[in-house]
């Protein structure tokens, strides 16, 4: 009996591990189930064009990338996460050097919209994980540029696995900056507080009814 429970755990425990690795994005977030603290400031590294290589997704929602360039769109929108294929480009408009670049995660199933300044989110907090990537690093014939992974589903009910919508980016710098300590704990109390108002909330309605 004992062998057969610990045989009924480990095939558990392999099941719970190809499932994340399913989920795992093509350069997995380090710290899947815990939002990203880690704050992104995206520039033109030189005057030309910003492309967008589809990455993959593992997000059951229908969503498209855009770009702001200096807090303006430049109106296009594309690389629909369902029909696209990994590598896919997209030409998302001309910039000049220095400019201040938002990338946009536009989730047309749930009609929200996230960016990768945080600060434009209303509140909701970090909605992407950044980071360099090399040539050929996230897929056979990836170009070296700026791997961005978006997570779509509203916060604190969501996984955080930020692997919703990824893409590489050309012609980018990126900075990031990480919160102190206690700044990141109120961050993570307030949202905490969030879910338990929700909870509460849910309690009462079903209790009503």
Do not use: C, K
């Not at 338990?196 to 009814?209: E, F, P």
């Amino acid at each position: 009996m004992r062998l057969f429970r610990a045989l009924a755990g480990a095939a558990v425990l392999l099941s719970m591990s190809a499932a994340s690795a399913a989920l795992a994005g093509p350069i997995p977030y380090p710290t899947p189930g815990v939002p990203n603290p880690v704050i992104y400031t995206f520039t033109a590294a030189s005057t030309g064009d910003i492309i967008a290589y589809f990455a993959g997704s593992g997000a059951s929602y229908d969503e498209q990338v855009g770009m702001l360039v200096n807090g303006v769109s430049t109106g296009v929108v594309g690389l629909d996460d369902h029909t696209s294929a990994v590598g896919d480009s997209l030409d998302l408009g001309s910039v000049t050097a220095g400019d201040v670049i938002t990338f946009v995660d536009y989730v047309f199933t749930t009609g929200d919209t996230w960016y990768s300044n945080p600060a434009l989110n209303g509140g909701n907090g970090n909605h992407v994980y950044s980071t360099n990537a090399t040539a050929n690093q996230v897929y056979a014939g990836s170009p070296a540029g700026t791997y961005v992974g978006f997570e779509d589903l509203r916060f604190p009910n969501s996984d955080y696995n930020y692997f919703d919508d990824t893409f590489i980016f050309t012609n980018t710098v990126t900075s990031s900056n990480v919160p102190e300590p206690v700044t990141w704990a109120l961050m993570l109390f307030g949202m905490g507080g969030i879910g338990g108002a929700l909870r509460r909330q849910t309690r009462r309605a079903v209790a009503a009814a």
